[in-house]
Structures are given as C-alpha cells and as structure tokens.
C-alpha cells in the first residue's frame, strides 16, 4: 500500500512538473545571471576569500528562481486575449485586424503576444511586446493584404508573460483558430460605386428623346389611332375594353454586359503580389456592380482551355453575391487558352446581343493572329470589348537610360514589344473590335470608364 501511494504521488509530481516545464521558457536575464555566478565559482579557485559572496549570490539566484516561478503560477486566472476580423477579407486590400490582451494577474507584468497567421501571408515573427497594469486591456491592430482568393486559417494567439523579475517566461496559448476566406476585391467595388452615382446624375439633366419602336421593353398599352402598327395590337386588353388597344414599347434601357475571363497560362502573370486574373476579376467584380446600378443584366462566363463556368445574365438583387460566390475559387491554368471553345459556347449560350468584356493577354502580334478569326465572329453578334494589359517591367525598360552595348540591346528589344502592344490595338480596330491597353493597377477604372462611355453613346 505504501509502495502503491509512492508511486501515485511520483506520478501526479511528475505530471505537475511536466506540464510547469513545459509551459516555462527561459529568459536572457537568467543566462546573464546564471553566467555572474558561474563566473564568481570560477575565480573563486583563484581567489578563495570571494567564494562565500559567490555562495551568497548562488542561493539568492535560486531563491529569485523559485520567486519568479510562484508569480507566474500563484493564480489560476490566465491572460485574456481576443482576436477580431471580418468574416471575410478583400484580396489585394488592406484588411484590419486587432487583438486584445487582458492581464488577470495581480501585479504588473511583461507580455509577449503572437498570433499565428495563415501560411499564406508566410509570417513567423510577428511579436506585440506590451507591459500590462494588473487588469489592464490593451488592443493592437494592424492589417494584413492578401494576394490569393481561398480559404485562409489563422491559428491560436500565443501570450507569453513575465514578471518583473524577468528570469523566466510562461507561455499561454489561448484557443483562436478560425477559416476566413478571401474572396474578390469588394472594397474596390463599394470604392467604385461613386463613379456609377456621379454617372447616374449627370445623366439626369440630360434631355433623352423617347422612341416609339419595336424594341422589347414594354412601356404601356394605349387606345389606336390610325398609323398605329396593326401588329402591337392588344387583343385581350381590346376585348376587355370593347375597343382597339395597343401596345407600345420603348428602347431599351436594360441591356445585357457579360464579362468573360481568360484563366490561361497568360493570366498567371504576376504584378504586385496579384495575378493578372486577380486584376481581371476584380475590375469584373466592379463592372458587376456598377451595371447592376444601371438597371443593367450583368452575366459571366470563364474559360481556358476547357469549359469553365456561365452564370447567365440577371439583374435580381443577389446576382452581386452569385458572382461573387463565382469568381471566389478561379484559379489560372496553365495550357493555351482555346478561343474556339469561347465562340461555341457564346453562340451557345448567349442569345441576344450583348456588351461582351473579354479579359484577356496578348505578348505578341502572332498570339493575337491565332484567336483574331474567332474575334471577329464574336463582334458579328455582339459588341466586343476586350481588355489586355500592358508589361509594366519591358515600359520600364524603355524608359531607362542604356548605359552599355548590351542596355541598347535590351532597350531595343523592350521597345519592339511594346510596339507589338500597340499593333495589336491597330489591329482589332481595323476589324472593329474596341479595346483597352491598360496597366493592371488601372484596369478596373478604364474598363468602368469605358463602359460609361457606350452607355451614353447608347452603343449596346
């Protein structure tokens, strides 16, 4: 029995002292002061009169130890902390993040606050070092710019306090994990909602002429008088009112603007972080919303080299959160893109002529002869836009200074590409293609810009 109780009290001791040591991290104060006496013992073999000092301060160096372990175990109660973020981030926007840190300890200590952040952002050494009052709250902020759409896991927040004393740290690690996503760039989106605003009232002081034609937006039905188009006429309504009625229609208003996104290898090309299908889903993201506020049917339609996905044109309310929920998981592949397979699935799905912005790349004068037939069939049925971007590094080559044989080389070859940029733009507005050269960092308002421009030269 005796035997039993020893060996039940080891085991809980042990246990004890296992989960103290473990949670303990030695500080830089206690090597300092662990060196002084190590040092004193030492010089003590030459000089025996100092080895009672050396003794001294080797027993007030433990009873320092066995102090500083009661006051970071002598209550129960555990620093507090809090994380607070949105449900959900913007890509390629700043996102604010606070943390909040509570002592509930009943003395004044040092503490040193990590939080684990997703593997995306590659963070490891991020440390808010504050000292707290007893019962004292503190908040830190700061924001974090996510270059990938996904899921995003933040793990736990790690706090580790230390007296005054300072000899050693214990750790906390307090339970915080969380999965936001990341979704397309709706800061930019609420961001651009004054352009569509500023728009919508400009327009109102212009005076815009009614016509009478045989669009299909219904305006009323009306008593016929003679010139009136014997194929309008109402019969229910002229059998309910015992006279000829007819219907009237007006231009329409409500047009339909489809954003098709090229996923192909071109796409995959970086710029600050982003690819430039970030940037082309993003400006979509925008153009969505903007049309949407125009009374616009707003569609999309992805490709690459095989299907992708179409969500058909709608102006209902939630079609924002359906592209939204869309265009969350893109991701870029890395064969070349089949225009072919764009065309068929237009002339599939899209029935009525429409304002299609093909977000798409071209390098070269060639890679736009390869996939120029299949443009020109799409601008037969409906207006085509497409949106390409310039290479920002080969501008900047042409701007800069060559120095050498080898920079006018370089330089040279820099601007033979840009030139190609340019030909390319000849060349689909010979076929009557319109399109827009843009930076990435730009996309968004020229194409936004744009779009305002044929909505009020009324060309969709």
């Not at 035997?3 to 040591?21: E, K, Q, R």
């Not at 501008?395 to 340019?422: H, M, N, P, S």
């Not at 319109?434 to 990435?440: E, G």
Request: charged residues 25%; positive net charge; hydrophobic residues 45%.
């Amino acid at each position: 029995m005796t035997l039993l109780i020893i060996l039940v009290s080891g085991f809980l001791l042990w246990s004890l002292a296992t989960i103290v040591f473990k949670s303990l991290f030695l500080n830089i104060r206690f090597f300092i002061a662990g060196g002084c006496v190590v040092f004193l013992f030492i010089l003590s073999f030459f000089f025996p009169q100092i080895e009672t000092a050396a003794r001294i301060l080797f027993y007030l160096y433990m009873a320092l130890l066995l102090a500083d372990t009661a006051f970071l175990f002598i209550t129960r109660t555990k620093p507090l902390a809090k994380r607070t973020i949105a449900e959900r981030m913007s890509n390629g926007d700043p996102n604010p993040v606070s943390l909040s840190v509570k002592n509930n300890y009943p003395f004044n200590i040092y503490a040193e606050v990590i939080d684990e952040m997703p593997a995306q952002f590659q963070v490891r050494n991020y440390k808010w070092q504050q000292q707290f009052k007893p019962g004292e709250e503190k908040v830190v902020k700061y924001t974090l710019r996510p270059v990938e759409r996904g899921e995003y896991h933040f793990g736990n927040i790690i706090i580790l306090v230390r007296s005054m004393l300072g000899f050693l740290s214990r750790k906390f690690e307090v339970k915080a994990e969380q999965m936001i996503p990341v979704y397309p760039s709706f800061i930019q989106m609420r961001k651009y909602e004054l352009i569509a605003e500023t728009a919508q009232n400009n327009e109102m002081g212009n005076k815009r002429l009614r016509r009478i034609g045989h669009s299909l937006e219904f305006e009323k039905i009306k008593e016929y008088i003679r010139g009136d188009d014997i194929r309008t006429i109402n019969w229910k309504a002229s059998a309910r009112r015992g006279m000829l009625m007819v219907n009237t229609f007006t231009d329409e208003r409500s047009q339909q603007v489809f954003c098709l996104i090229d996923k192909g290898r071109l796409m995959k090309m970086p710029f600050e972080g982003l690819s430039l299908l970030d940037y082309a889903i993003n400006a979509s993201l925008v153009l969505c919303n903007v049309s949407l506020h125009k009374q616009d049917r707003f569609g999309l339609l992805t490709f690459s080299n095989k299907t992708g996905t179409i969500l058909p044109a709608d102006r209902k309310p939630t079609q924002l959160e359906n592209v939204l929920q869309v265009l969350y998981n893109q991701k870029t592949d890395f064969l070349e893109t089949d225009f072919e397979l764009l065309y068929a699935r237009v002339r599939a799905h899209i029935k009525h002529r429409s304002l299609l912005v093909l977000f798409t790349n071209f390098e070269s004068i060639a890679g736009l002869q390869r996939q120029l037939p299949y443009l020109v069939k799409l601008s037969r049925y409906h207006l085509l836009l497409v949106v390409f971007f310039e290479n920002t590094e080969i501008k900047q080559l042409t701007e800069k200074r060559a120095a050498d044989l080898e920079g006018v080389y370089i330089k040279t070859i820099a601007e033979k590409f840009a030139y190609e940029k340019r030909l390319i733009v000849k060349e689909l507005q010979k076929h009557g293609i319109l399109s827009i050269l843009t930076t990435p960092q730009n996309v968004t308002v020229d194409t936004i810009n744009k779009y305002l421009e044929l909505k009020t030269r009324q060309a969709i």
